[in-house]
């Protein structure tokens, strides 16, 4: 049986997952928009960046994230100097880790579905008098929302299966930063194979119906 | 009461020139090949075409002048594409109601006007994906008429439908036409549809108008019709003054005689449109009898003109200040000597009634 350690570690999973998922849809969305939309020169290269996650070693990522948030970088500095403190072992620290280790799975679905729309429902909503913004809200966002939903169990599931990331950057302090991924690993060393049995099969479990979830999303977009 | 619209712009491989003044009322069809710039050509005056150094007036109203570009949704117009783009995540109530909301929603009574109109009534409360080509495209047009516009915009309203779908809106059209005082922009490559619906008649060609004027004059012209193969031919206002019930005829009378058509149950007195193709008509010095053929009209040889095959030839003619054409062979036309001012009867196989 999961106990009390187990517990909490699954409910701060949930909430990292929750946290940096809204984050990610609130700015992820005018992102893929921009790059959906725009011509601009920088989009291939802010596209490369978006996506530098998915190839990148997680301990990589965490490990600069870990330099340049410390006492010595630039916004380790800045926290500091906004008397926020030092984000690394910290809660908001992970949910910043998360939100950049995150940020493709949730971007790219959304940009796909703002590219495949195309221009037209955009001018159609034009010549019945709806202002950019409007149709912004009134016609992109509802017609791409398949592409917000694989993003949103796609964003959400990747937060709660990293594991390098959070391990670099916010260590293994219970109830703080230690997530799942981490309980496993701990029980693991600790020769706690019953514990780990527990974790590690809900997470199997999850995984699948995270894809199951995905795989129903197909037949509504197809109509 | 005109919309003066002048376009310049040059993309690779295709350019715009464009300096157009057309009636402030009725249908004004803008007809060419594909590629010859016409839908280009209304996107520009919807403003969904950003060209610079562009200058467009409507009614008066100035939509693009110089630094001046009022954005598409500030422009009071209507837009029919090409293919009915109604908003799927929406009902065809929905979809009605999106732009007629944003006009201040207005009055039941023009709601249920438009709706009566196009008759999709039994489809308001259906999903979009649910309807036919052509449900689909009446919808459309009542969606942008609930926005009161007050020019509307029609990009190859028909071309996406098979041929039975055409003949399911175009009464629809002809209605709008005959009830809506806005003016109307019609982009086809179908002279069929223009000679149907529009008054005036703009023809493009590699992004430059190579011909503007009422559709009568435009049609009768023979240095255009060469432009329309197979299908030049003129179109006539004309009256219904008699039914014949014995032989399912009606004689519809205009400005240089009478012809004979298929009765289609319209009452005597009212105005119809009568197509003429050039193909149909063959010309005799004298009035022939002992013929199959029942239309016979007097006419004064006005010129002759190209045809798109060598053999052939266009022969304009003025019957009483109404201009016909017909189509020949270049032999034939040598050998009745035809010339301008001389006197010829034009024996007509084929009227169609369109309207």
Same mark, same amino acid.
């Given at each position: 049986?999961?106990?009390?350690?187990?517990?909490?570690?699954?409910?701060?999973?949930?909430?990292?997952?929750?946290?940096?998922?809204?984050?990610?849809?609130?700015?992820?969305?005018?992102?893929?928009?921009?790059?959906?939309?725009?011509?601009?020169?920088?989009?291939?290269?802010?596209?490369?960046?978006?996506?530098?996650?998915?190839?990148?070693?997680?301990?990589?990522?965490?490990?600069?994230?870990?330099?340049?948030?410390?006492?010595?970088?630039?916004?380790?500095?800045?926290?500091?100097?906004?008397?926020?403190?030092?984000?690394?072992?910290?809660?908001?620290?992970?949910?910043?880790?998360?939100?950049?280790?995150?940020?493709?799975?949730?971007?790219?679905?959304?940009?796909?579905?703002?590219?495949?729309?195309?221009?037209?429902?955009?001018?159609?909503?034009?010549?019945?008098?709806?202002?950019?913004?409007?149709?912004?809200?009134?016609?992109?966002?509802?017609?791409?929302?398949?592409?917000?939903?694989?993003?949103?169990?796609?964003?959400?599931?990747?937060?709660?299966?990293?594991?390098?990331?959070?391990?670099?950057?916010?260590?293994?302090?219970?109830?703080?930063?230690?997530?799942?991924?981490?309980?496993?690993?701990?029980?693991?060393?600790?020769?706690?194979?019953?514990?780990?049995?527990?974790?590690?099969?809900?997470?199997?479990?999850?995984?699948?119906?995270?894809?199951?979830?995905?795989?129903?999303?197909?037949?509504?977009?197809?109509? | 009461?005109?919309?003066?619209?002048?376009?310049?712009?040059?993309?690779?491989?295709?350019?715009?020139?464009?300096?157009?003044?057309?009636?402030?009322?009725?249908?004004?069809?803008?007809?060419?090949?594909?590629?010859?710039?016409?839908?280009?050509?209304?996107?520009?005056?919807?403003?969904?075409?950003?060209?610079?150094?562009?200058?467009?007036?409507?009614?008066?109203?100035?939509?693009?002048?110089?630094?001046?570009?009022?954005?598409?949704?500030?422009?009071?117009?209507?837009?029919?594409?090409?293919?009915?783009?109604?908003?799927?995540?929406?009902?065809?109530?929905?979809?009605?109601?999106?732009?007629?909301?944003?006009?201040?929603?207005?009055?039941?009574?023009?709601?249920?006007?438009?709706?009566?109109?196009?008759?999709?009534?039994?489809?308001?409360?259906?999903?979009?994906?649910?309807?036919?080509?052509?449900?689909?495209?009446?919808?459309?047009?009542?969606?942008?008429?609930?926005?009161?516009?007050?020019?509307?915009?029609?990009?190859?309203?028909?071309?996406?439908?098979?041929?039975?779908?055409?003949?399911?809106?175009?009464?629809?059209?002809?209605?709008?036409?005959?009830?809506?005082?806005?003016?109307?922009?019609?982009?086809?490559?179908?002279?069929?549809?223009?000679?149907?619906?529009?008054?005036? &008649?703009? /023809?493009?060609?590699? !992004?430059?108008? $190579? *011909?503007?004027?009422?559709?009568?004059?435009? @049609? =009768? %012209?023979?240095?255009?019709?060469?432009?329309?193969?197979?299908?030049?031919?003129?179109?006539?206002?004309?009256?219904?003054?008699?039914?014949?019930?014995?032989?399912?005829?009606?004689?519809?009378?205009?400005?240089?005689?009478? &012809?004979? /058509?298929?009765?289609? !149950?319209?009452? $005597? *007195?009212?105005?119809?449109?009568?197509?003429? @193709? =050039? %193909?149909?008509?063959?010309?005799?010095?004298?009035?022939?009898?002992?013929?199959?053929?029942?239309?016979?009209?007097?006419?004064?040889?006005?010129?002759?003109?190209?045809?798109?095959?060598?053999?052939?030839?266009?022969?304009? &003619?003025?019957?009483?200040?109404?201009?016909?054409?017909?189509?020949?062979?270049?032999?034939?036309?040598?050998?009745?000597?035809?010339?301008?001012?001389?006197?010829?009867?034009?024996?007509?196989?084929?009227?169609?009634?369109?309207?």
């Amino acid at each position: 049986m999961p106990d009390s350690a187990d517990l909490a570690a699954i409910r701060l999973t949930l909430e990292l997952a929750t946290v940096t998922t809204l984050l990610l849809l609130l700015f992820g969305t005018p992102l893929a928009w921009w790059l959906a939309r725009t011509h601009s020169r920088w989009k291939r290269t802010v596209g490369a960046l978006v996506a530098l996650p998915l190839v990148l070693p997680p301990t990589v990522l965490g490990f600069y994230l870990l330099i340049t948030m410390g006492p010595e970088g630039p916004i380790g500095r800045l926290t500091q100097a906004l008397g926020l403190g030092l984000l690394p072992f910290t809660f908001p620290g992970l949910v910043l880790a998360s939100f950049l280790y995150s940020l493709p799975f949730v971007v790219q679905p959304i940009q796909n579905a703002f590219e495949t729309m195309g221009h037209r429902p955009l001018e159609v909503a034009a010549t019945l008098r709806a202002s950019p913004l409007d149709t912004f809200f009134t016609v992109a966002i509802p017609l791409a929302r398949p592409g917000f939903l694989s993003a949103a169990i796609l964003g959400f599931a990747h937060t709660v299966g990293e594991f390098g990331v959070v391990l670099m950057m916010g260590g293994n302090i219970p109830g703080v930063t230690r997530v799942v991924s981490v309980q496993i690993y701990s029980h693991v060393e600790a020769m706690e194979y019953s514990h780990a049995h527990w974790l590690s099969g809900g997470m199997v479990v999850f995984a699948f119906v995270v894809l199951l979830a995905l795989q129903s999303q197909r037949p509504a977009r197809r109509s | 009461m005109t919309i003066e619209a002048r376009f310049s712009l040059s993309w690779p491989g295709f350019s715009l020139e464009v300096d157009l003044q057309c009636p402030g009322k009725g249908v004004t069809a803008l007809f060419g090949r594909s590629g010859s710039g016409k839908t280009t050509l209304l996107r520009a005056i919807a403003g969904l075409e950003r060209v610079e150094g562009g200058r467009l007036v409507v009614n008066g109203e100035v939509w693009q002048e110089q630094q001046l570009f009022l954005p598409t949704h500030r422009r009071p117009l209507g837009y029919v594409f090409q293919e009915a783009s109604l908003f799927p995540h929406l009902s065809v109530r929905g979809n009605l109601e999106y732009g007629r909301r944003r006009v201040g929603g207005g009055d039941a009574s023009h709601f249920e006007a438009i709706i009566a109109l196009l008759g999709i009534e039994p489809l308001l409360e259906r999903g979009t994906e649910r309807l036919s080509g052509g449900e689909r495209q009446r919808v459309a047009m009542a969606r942008a008429l609930l926005t009161r516009p007050r020019i509307l915009l029609m990009d190859e309203p028909l071309a996406a439908l098979d041929q039975e779908r055409k003949n399911e809106i175009l009464p629809y059209l002809e209605q709008l036409h005959a009830e809506l005082s806005i003016p109307m922009l019609y982009v086809s490559h179908s002279p069929d549809e223009v000679a149907r619906l529009a008054d005036h &008649l703009v /023809v493009l060609e590699a !992004g430059r108008v $190579v *011909g503007a004027g009422a559709l009568t004059e435009m @049609l =009768a %012209r023979l240095d255009l019709p060469i432009r329309l193969g197979e299908e030049a031919g003129v179109v006539l206002e004309a009256r219904v003054v008699q039914r014949d019930p014995q032989w399912h005829l009606a004689q519809v009378a205009f400005s240089g005689g009478t &012809l004979w /058509v298929r009765d289609k !149950g319209l009452p $005597v *007195g009212h105005a119809v449109r009568v197509r003429i @193709l =050039a %193909r149909d008509v063959s010309l005799a010095l004298r009035c022939v009898t002992g013929t199959s053929i029942i239309n016979t009209v007097s006419g004064v040889v006005t010129g002759l003109g190209e045809d798109t095959h060598p053999a052939h030839c266009l022969v304009g &003619l003025d019957a009483n200040g109404t201009p016909l054409v017909a189509r020949i062979t270049r032999r034939s036309a040598a050998a009745l000597k035809l010339e301008p001012h001389r006197r010829v009867w034009a024996q007509i196989k084929g009227v169609a009634l369109i309207t």
